[in-house]
């Protein structure tokens, strides 16, 4: 039998959608899972975007241009510049998901061997991206002691070699949901301009910032305009992560000439996604309002709930929908496989990411998950429910839960 590549071999798995299969095998025994391992909102996608789809006349599916509708580039641009960012709609390439904008900007911006600095924890595929494109992932550490704050310079500088090329941040973060201070992208800029290096900024959740707190884009540091790669997706900001429609955008004439030429290799993004996300970027503020209004209650809920268990430390963050959470438990892939397949409390139990593969290497991650607060509030409370029924039977607890119950 012919052998797999090597890099087959490496690429490893998503600890968002490992787990699945004991997902289904628990809805067949009859347990309903709470899933809040995956970042699907329930939110209702716009229904300015519904209806382009609903009432579309096209008599033929065509390509599109390779680097995306002119009409939905020029929205985009329009968009990013309520924002304070100041771009042409040819500085815009569409993509199939932000995942693809990532892929291609690795690919033009990189060789085989190049080494990319992520402060983690960090989205799970940014390994597999780094590892389709032949790169490999430095990792810098930032701690849940401090919320996942952005490590000091120093840390940065330590790690810098002849062969980094680039750091790359999400922001909002996913799995954390920390937000970057400008404060600390300047500190960012600064190292990328002493070591003329790419800054990559998946800001794909820049709606979603709570407690009065701003996002800040990395598109607007002066100085490095050459270097910034942002990328963005419309899966999250309107609900329609099926639409699978991203955006690779860059001042850069020659990267995004570089980019383009990946572009055409697959031809063209989405028809039927592009004409949805067009038509989303003319979706009323008062959405954004609501949705905005109600995760910051989700978060509260399944934050609060969870800082009420013993032992669990969950810092509580200021975008996106994701918190990371310490537990007290032996290990988290164990821990999350046993809730599918062992346990249940009122009919339920409850789905999470093992923070793991968050990690470059498993072992900071161990005892930690991922939970995305994409679920009503209802549904959250008796998730925070189960997992404090799980955490006092659960045979590899290094808390005693039903001790401190007692105890208080």
Known sequence: MPSI????????ASPIRKLVPFAEAAKKRGTKVLHLNIGQPDIPTPHVALDAIRHMDLKVVEYSHSAGNESYRKGLAAYYGKHDITITH???LITTGGSEALLFGMMACFDPGDEIIIPEPFYANYNSFAMSAGITVVPVRSGIDTGFALPPIGEFKKLITPKTKGILICNPGNPTGYLYSRAELETLRDI?????????SDEVYREFCYD???HESAMTLAGIEDNVVMVDSVSKRYSMC???????ITRNRELMATALRFAQ???SPPTFGQIASEAALNTPDSYFTEVIGEYVQRRNVLVDGLNTIPGVICPRPKGAFYCVAELPIDDADIFCQWLLEKFEHKGHTVMMA????FYAQPEPGRRQVRLAYVLEQDKLRLAVECLQEALRVYP?????????????
């Open 192 to 200: 990328v301009k002493e070591h003329d290096l790419y800054l990559f």
């Open 354 to 357: 093992p923070a793991a593969g």
């Open 5 to 12: 590549s090597q890099k087959g071999q490496r690429m490893p």
């Open 242 to 248: 099926g639409a699978r429609i991203g955006a690779f």
């Open 396 to 408: 590899g607890a290094t808390v005693s839960v039903a001790a401190a119950q007692a105890a208080s």
């Open 265 to 267: 290799a697959r031809l």
């Open 90 to 92: 040819e500085d815009v």
């Open 212 to 214: 009065g707190a701003k």
